[in-house]
């Protein structure tokens, strides 16, 4: 009797294991089945990253292309310090989205210390080996850790592109935008609402930062200033821009936005 109740609790143990076994698999595969990106055809996306910098900072920068297998790859190499590519995942909302384009630029600075973040991310869901919550995990493991740092002096970002796929805000948003919103990025590493004395719907002036929201307020490394560029400014941009539009519409649906530069979901 004895030995058939033992039995018994085996069996149950090893159902258990196999049902929690079968569960924990599908819930790895389900996070990483749509882990693979559409690679952008090389001329739209080398044109649509260099987009991000003023036309005087284009020909000398180095391009970054993404592999959809392997990561990003320098397309082109620059010398003057500045870096563009184009955004493919945010880590902070551990979701694995097939339409977030955004492209970006960072000086020598960024280019040295928030880049290689954007590097790591990139290469784990190329290897289709990590669920967007394992890679959110590690990366905010190598911020605790040191491993990823915050600018140590002021720098800038330029996202002059004439259309952008974003999130419009922190990660409890998640549904992205297409938006013609051409804007300048100042380092702001740890900078708070609080501590800017900042308030919503202010003109000339937005905060961005997503890790705060995740790492704690004033614990996220890689806060900005955003500057949007006058009215007069987008709109020559997107004049500029006007046939890199037509491409990426003809290449994507989402990249049209209303009628006005307006927001489109």
Request: proline fraction near 7%; include cysteine.
């Amino acid at each position: 009797m004895t030995c058939i109740t033992k039995t018994a609790k085996n069996h149950k143990r090893t159902l258990l294991f196999t049902v929690m076994l079968f569960i924990s698999l599908q819930n790895l595969a389900q996070g990483t089945a749509d882990w693979h990106l559409e690679k952008m055809p090389v001329d739209l996306e080398t044109d649509y990253a260099l987009s991000a910098l003023p036309p005087h900072l284009r020909n000398d920068a180095t391009v970054y292309l993404l592999n959809p297998q392997k990561g990003y790859y320098v397309r082109r190499q620059g010398s003057n310090g500045y870096i563009c590519f184009i955004a493919r995942t945010e880590w902070e909302w551990s979701d694995y989205r097939n339409d977030l384009c955004t492209p970006i630029s960072y000086d020598a600075e960024g280019a040295r210390v928030i880049f290689p973040v954007y590097l790591a991310v990139a290469a784990m869901r190329a290897s289709g080996k990590y669920t967007a919550t394992q890679i959110k995990d590690s990366i905010i493991h190598g911020i605790t850790a040191g491993v990823y740092k915050a600018p140590s002096k002021p720098g800038i970002s330029y996202m002059l592109a004439p259309v952008m796929r974003v999130f419009p805000g922190n990660p409890d948003i998640k549904e992205p935008i297409t938006i013609n919103m051409p804007h300048y990025m100042l380092y702001a590493p740890y900078l708070t609402e609080e501590n800017a004395r900042y308030k919503h719907g202010t003109d000339g002036l937005m905060l961005a930062n997503p890790d705060n929201a995740i790492l704690g307020d004033g614990k996220g490394p890689y806060g900005y200033v955003i500057i949007p560029a006058s009215d007069k400014e987008k709109a020559i941009i997107i004049d500029e821009g006007k046939d890199l539009l037509k491409r990426l519409v003809a290449y994507k649906a989402y990249f049209k936005t209303e009628p006005g530069g307006g927001h489109h979901q």
